[in-house]
C-alpha cells in the first residue's frame, strides 16, 4: 500500500502490510429466536463478506428450514473474523456486510478502526488517509519517520548527536500529542495520523 503525503509534516511512507484475519473471513452466526424460545439451537454460520441482501438470503433460507411453524425472526448470536469490532445481537446487515468487505480488503487493522471510531465512514476515512503503516513499534515509526522529514538535516549533525537522538521519548511525543493514534493486530502496530 502506497501511502500519500498529507500535509507538509507527515511523510509519505511505503509499506506492504500482512495483516490476517485471525479465524478468517468475517462470519456471522445467525439464529432463529422461535426455535431458541422453543429450547433449540437452530441457526447457520454466515459468510459476511457478501451483499446485504445475500445474507439477508442466507438468514430466511436457515428461518425456512426451522420446524418451528413461526420462524420468522433472528438474532446474531456469535460472530468471528470481526477482530475488535463488538457486533451486537440486532446489528444491522448492512454494515455487518460493509465492515465485512473492509476487512476482506484491508485485514484485521479495520476491525480494530471500527473499535476505534464512531462509524464506517470515519473508519474508512482513517483507513483511506491517515494509515501511516505496520512497525514493530511506535519507535520504529518515529525514526521512520524522523528519517523521511528531517533525513539530510540529522545527517549533518555530528555523529555525537546523531547517534543520541531519542527516538522512544519522539515516539512518546507523537501518541501523548494525540497526533498519532495504534491498532495493535498480529503483533505489529499500525500507526494511523489523528489530524485528517
Not at 494509515?131 to 519517520?145: D, H, L, P
Not at 555530528?158 to 495493535?184: K, V
Request: glycine share 8%; proline share 2%.
Amino acid at each position: 500500500m502506497t501511502n500519500e503525503q498529507t500535509s507538509e509534516n507527515t511523510p509519505a511512507i511505503q509499506t506492504q502490510p500482512s495483516l490476517t484475519i485471525v479465524g478468517g473471513c468475517p462470519r456471522i452466526y445467525a439464529a432463529s429466536l422461535s426455535d431458541y424460545n422453543a429450547g433449540i439451537l437452530h441457526g447457520r454460520w454466515i459468510d459476511a463478506n457478501q451483499s446485504a441482501e445475500a445474507i439477508h438470503a442466507e438468514i430466511q433460507a436457515m428461518l425456512n428450514e426451522s420446524k418451528e411453524s413461526l420462524a420468522e425472526e433472528w438474532a446474531i448470536h456469535d460472530y468471528e473474523g470481526f477482530g475488535q469490532w463488538g457486533l451486537r445481537e440486532f446489528e444491522c446487515i448492512d454494515a455487518i456486510a460493509a465492515v465485512a468487505r473492509c476487512i476482506a480488503e484491508h485485514g484485521e487493522v479495520f476491525a480494530g478502526l471500527m473499535g476505534h471510531c464512531s462509524d464506517i465512514e470515519e473508519a474508512h476515512r482513517y483507513m483511506q488517509n491517515g494509515y501511516r503503516g505496520e512497525f514493530e513499534s511506535v519507535k520504529e515509526y518515529a525514526e521512520t519517520f524522523i528519517d523521511d522529514v528531517y533525513g539530510s538535516d540529522v545527517d549533518r549533525l555530528p555523529e555525537i548527536i546523531r547517534y543520541h537522538i531519542d527516538f522512544e521519548g519522539i515516539a512518546r511525543d507523537f501518541e501523548l500529542s494525540g497526533d498519532i493514534f495504534t491498532i495493535e493486530c498480529d503483533r505489529k502496530v499500525h500507526i494511523f495520523d489523528s489530524n485528517i
